[in-house]
């Protein structure tokens, strides 16, 4: 598995942050962050890594990609319209995931 580039992901597509990390009341929790994008938008990977899981069969995401990380980190990447990775892939930090 590819080194990580630092201590940050990278925001993996442009829009603003519509839904931040943490709780949201009436017993929500957000594990990550929304952002609002363009349709059509290209979505690319927040760090080095290896593609663990492209698919929908996780309720409520819709199309998702999740990728592996060095430290035991995963990013998860939903909502997407066309995948264009594939599992067991390795990816660079800023490749295109999906649009």
Not at 10 to 28: D, N
Not at 66 to 84: E, P, Q, R, V
Request: glycine letters at 18%; a positive charge.
């Amino acid at each position: 598995m590819p080194k990580r580039t630092g201590v940050r992901f990278k925001k993996p597509v442009r829009g603003p942050i519509i839904s931040g990390y943490g709780p949201k009341g009436s017993g929500l929790y957000n594990d990550g962050i929304n952002i609002k994008a363009k349709e059509g938008a290209s979505v690319v990977s927040g760090d080095h890594g290896v593609v663990v899981y492209c698919g929908d069969d996780i309720k409520s995401y819709g199309n998702l990609v999740l990728i592996k990380h060095k430290g035991g980190w995963i990013t998860a990447y939903g909502h997407l319209h066309k995948i264009s990775v594939r599992k067991g892939q390795s990816v660079r930090s800023g490749k295109r995931l999906a649009l």
